[in-house]
Each structure stands twice: as C-alpha cells, then as structure tokens.
C-alpha cells in the first residue's frame, strides 16, 4: 500500500506539472484574445480559477484542495470539475466496461480453442490474424469501421451517444444509446482482444502440458473436459492480471476512441480539456483515471492469494 500511495503521489505531481509546463494560457484560450482584458481583469480572473501565485504555491493549493475533495473549477464551462466528469463518467464506464468483458470473453475462449489445436493450420490462421489485429492503431480501427458502417452502409450512428431528438428513459432513447456504443466498443474489443488471446493461448499451452493434464487423459477424461475444466482454471490465474492491467489500457484508448466518435466519455472531455488548457478539468480527469488503475491493481494484488491457495502458503523454514 506504501508503494501505490508513492505512485499515486507521482502520478498526481505529474499530472499537475504537465498541463502547466505546456504552451498557452487558460485565461487567453478563455477570452478569445490575449488583449482582451486589462491586467487587472485578468488578475481577477486568475484567481477565480485559482491560476494566481506560483506554480510552488497552485501545487500546495491543489494538494489542499484534494484534501478537501474538491477538484476545482472548469475554465471550459464554468463548473465544478466534479461535476462535469459526474456527467461524463457513467459514459465512459458503459464503454470500458462492455469492451472489457466482452474482449476478454472473446480472447480466452479462443486462446483456448486455438491451443486444443496448437500447430495446427486453424491455430496458425488465428495467432497470425490476431496479432496483426493487435499490431493496429485504435484510432485506424475506428476510422475504418466508421467509414464502412457509419458512412457506405448507414447501418449506425457516426457520432455521440444520445439522440438529439429522444427524451430518456424511453425505450426508443435506449435503443439509440445502444447502437451509437456498437461502434466504439467494437473499436476497443478489435484493437485489445489480441493481447488477451495471445496470453490465453500461451497459458493454456502451458497447463495442457502440466503433469495433472497426462493423469487426467490417462483417467479416460474427454479432451473437451480436461481443457474447460481442469487446464482452463489454471490458465486464468495470469489472465486474472492481465485484465486489471487492460483496464488502463482501455482507459487511455478510451480518449481515441471517443474522441474519433464524438462520444461525451472522460476521454473526450480530457481532449477538450487539453484544447481549452482547462488545467483543473485535465487533473481531474487524469486523477480519475490513475485513481482507477491503481485500484484495479490493489484488487488483483488482494484478489491473487485468494484465486491461487499456493500464494497463501507460507515458505518452508528449513531448520538451523
């Protein structure tokens, strides 16, 4: 816990210093023109949004205001940064949450079928299409599948995800939200289920080829039953990790993704956040995010010994 309270520290300094180390003002992006105000409106509005002082004393503040919980205010639009990504948040978790379980669905049910075959011309096929699949740019995965099914079929929406025109919570409003998310999920699930296939298919070749696998054929088990049964509990102990370190990988997609299909997640408001040089909303942004990383990675480390009894064991202390 001391190591991730250290990386949550650096994380949060770093999130601090980048936005200010970069070129530009808020207060200029804000006006529209840099000699639009005198100095003493400027120095007004400065403090309004707590830009005043050194950049030494906005850290001591912003630590203060941490502490208070409060993430400041948006210079973009004039709020509460909690606020803003409270609206935005429920968005980008319906995204990462569906890309999530169903690349991860889709990667070990075909690592493991593809190592039942392994050397096969079926397991070839698939471990080279995948990780070609896995070698593409999100945003090209995107682009291409908006310009297919959004532009030359018409079959989905190519931006947002609610209708203009449908007022929630009727069923027409949830029938637009669920086909403007095809799109983006399918985006996330194409450009993260290689990785996940890949480790499955690795794992399971390596507990198929586990002492208790040639016990359980000579038992007269059926090959079905010693891969989904027996091999395939094994061989999700390292994907177990592997999903809590795609969270941040999805995570950081998500600002592609959603920025290429206009989608109002935390994504898309970090890349209007970054426009804007909205320092606060791109903190709290950031915050949100490492925040959730990090917790993804306390659970795996807790969740681990419970998954696998061998971690509980306590060493062996050989006598003096």
């Given amino acids: 816990m001391a190591q991730y309270a250290l990386v949550l520290w650096a994380a949060i300094s770093l999130n601090f210093l980048l936005p200010h180390l970069a070129p530009g003002d808020p207060v200029d992006v804000f006006t529209g023109d840099a000699n639009a105000l005198n100095a003493e409106e400027r120095a007004r509005l400065r403090a309004d949004y707590d830009l005043d002082g050194s950049l030494a004393e906005q850290y001591g503040r912003s630590w203060a205001r941490l502490a208070r919980g409060d993430l400041g205010t948006s210079v973009r639009y004039s709020r509460p940064v909690a606020s803003v990504l409270a609206d935005r948040l429920p968005w980008t978790l319906a995204l990462v949450g569906l890309a999530t379980v169903i690349a991860f669905a889709i990667g070990v049910a075909a690592g493991a079928s593809a190592a039942r075959r392994r050397g096969r011309r079926s397991d070839v096929v698939a471990v080279s299409g ?22 030359q079929l018409g079959w989905l929406p190519s931006f947002g995800a609610v209708p203009l025109d449908a007022a929630p919570p009727s069923l027409a409003w949830l029938s637009e939200v669920g086909r403007r998310l095809v799109l983006p999920v399918a985006t996330l699930v194409l450009a993260t289920v290689g990785s996940t296939f890949l480790l499955a298919r690795a794992a399971m070749v390596s507990a198929l080829e586990a002492p208790y696998v040639g016990l359980a054929e000579a038992a007269g088990l059926s090959p079905r039953r010693i891969v989904y049964r027996h091999a395939l509990r094994n061989a999700l102990l390292p994907l177990f990790t592997h999903l809590t370190l795609t969270l941040g990988t999805l995570l950081s997609g998500a600002v592609v993704v959603e920025t290429v299909f206009s989608y109002p997640g935390l994504g898309r408001v970090a890349f209007e956040a970054v426009q804007a040089r909205d320092y606060a909303l791109l903190q709290g942004a950031f915050l949100l995010v490492t925040v959730t990383v990090i917790a993804a990675n306390v659970v795996a480390d807790l969740a681990y010994p419970w998954l696998d009894p061998r971690v509980r064991r306590a060493p062996m202390v050989k006598p003096a």
């Fill in 130 to 151: 995948l990780m070609a699949l896995d070698a593409m740019p999100g945003f090209w995965i995107g682009m291409v599948l908006l310009a297919v099914f959004a532009v």
